[in-house]
Nanobody, 119 residues
Framework: QLIESGGGLVQAGGSLRLSCTDP????????MGWFRQVPDKEREFVAA????????YYADSMKGRFTISRDNAKNTLYLEIDNLKPEDTAVYYC??????????????WGQGTQVTVSS
């Protein structure tokens, strides 16, 4: 089971680092990704990272302020978000799956962590 943490209420312009731990699987066997979702909209891809962090891939709209990383020794995935904007408000989900970073296909999901950005 994937467990996200690090969400909360943040002022616009601030930064946040989300974490996702994977206590039950062989973390390094999976490509990992982050998605986000707001009410009444489809889940949106944010970024993905390959098995050994050799490659990362971002949605075009996420380039520049979002940084995905992973620490296989700690079975943990991270998403750093800088210069937060109110439109970043969403539930952020991590996922474990397959494929290269640019062709990431999620298979397992976490429960999500809420990020709320105030203006």
């Amino acid at each position: 089971q994937l467990i996200e943490s690090g969400g909360g209420l943040v002022q616009a312009g601030g930064s946040l680092r989300l974490s996702c731990t994977d206590p039950g699987r062989t973390f390094s066997s999976y490509a990992m990704g982050w998605f986000r979702q707001v009410p009444d909209k489809e889940r949106e891809f944010v970024a993905a990272i390959g098995l050994f962090a050799a490659s990362a891939y971002y949605a075009d709209s996420m380039k520049g302020r979002f940084t995905i990383s992973r620490d296989n020794a700690k079975n943990t995935l991270y998403l750093e978000i800088d210069n937060l904007k109110p439109e970043d408000t969403a539930v952020y989900y991590c996922a474990a799956g397959y494929g290269a970073a640019a062709t990431f296909s999620p298979k397992y999901w976490g429960q999500g962590t809420q990020v709320t950005v105030s203006s």
